[in-house]
């Protein structure tokens, strides 16, 4: 065992008929569950997290009061639109500088990905959150970003009867809980021959003057720029622009039947008779910009984590149900 943990939570179960007469039956079911996990113990996981960080995966920290399946990573705060911004500033906001080679020079945000080795930030790179202020990106800057446990889970439906006539509709949810977006980070990475999405086209691709930034003339969603190479992934780092709110609303069924009365039945083989027609996955409510929100979150230590499963397709279903 990793540590000790703690589980707590309530389930709550009713159902309600507000309405009922000779030929009306109105029913509502509702399911709502809510389940709090903590870590009793601090525990790191052996490996380096930077080095995990640069090759897209979220460093699996065990984290003392953080649920488990936590997700820790980089504060992602958008592209570096010129040279000048690539200057670290210290907590004030002043440029930070340094003596070399005979001069004062100003130093340039990196990020360190070995004791040997780091990168130094160019226009039109990603930026990310220097936590200290130090001028270097690297695991003292790994803060937690969310989780994938939900805060609640449920489902409600509606089953209403009119004579003959049913209506079954069902809806389940999740809410509060966090999706890594694995896919989105593999189709916009733009360091590799592999197919990329549309969105890549908002890429940057020049740098922008102060003046321009000022004005508002730069385009909305502005993405990192292009940069091919084996070990050019320091635009698509473990980092909060691929964390996403996965709540979501799903109308999962909905079923309408037709029973036959038993007077129509009366001289045949048959005791008992419904037609009816079903429908699955009609819509899902969400903010999540991936193919479907409900990934799984069965798993033990990496809950919430988008590999670009097959969507839950539109399913319809006509059948009819006897007895003899």
Sequence with gaps: NYAGMENRGWELDFDFIPYRTKDWNIKVSANFARNENKLKDDLETSGSWTSNTISGYYPTLLVKGQPLGSFYGYIYEGV???????????????????????QLQYVHMRFNYTNDDSYTFKAGDAKYKDVNHDGNINEQDVVYL???MPLFTGGFGINVKYKQWTLNTFFNFRYGNDVVNIARASMESMHSFNNQ?????????????????????????????????SNATYNSLASS?????????????ATLSYSFPKNLLKGTFLSDA???????????????????????????????????????????????????
């Design 80 to 102: 570096y639109l010129n040279d000048e911004q690539t200057i670290a500033r210290d907590a004030n906001g002043n440029k930070i500088m340094t003596y070399k080679d005979g």
């Design 146 to 148: 969310g989780n994938g």
């Design 274 to 324: 419904k037609i009816y027609v079903q429908m699955q996955n009609i819509y899902c409510w969400t903010k999540y910009t991936g193919m479907d929100p409900e990934v799984s979150i069965s798993k033990p230590q990496n809950p919430g984590y988008d590999t670009s499963n097959t969507p839950r397709p539109h399913e319809y279903t006509l059948g009819i149900n006897v007895k003899f």
């Design 241 to 253: 622009r691929y964390v996403e709110d996965g709540s979501f609303l799903r109308f999962k069924t």
């Design 197 to 229: 999405s549309t969105s890549v086209l908002r890429r940057w691709r020049h740098e922008y003057t102060n003046e321009q930034i000022a004005n508002g003339e730069v385009p909305s969603g502005l993405l990192p720029r292009a940069y091919f190479g």
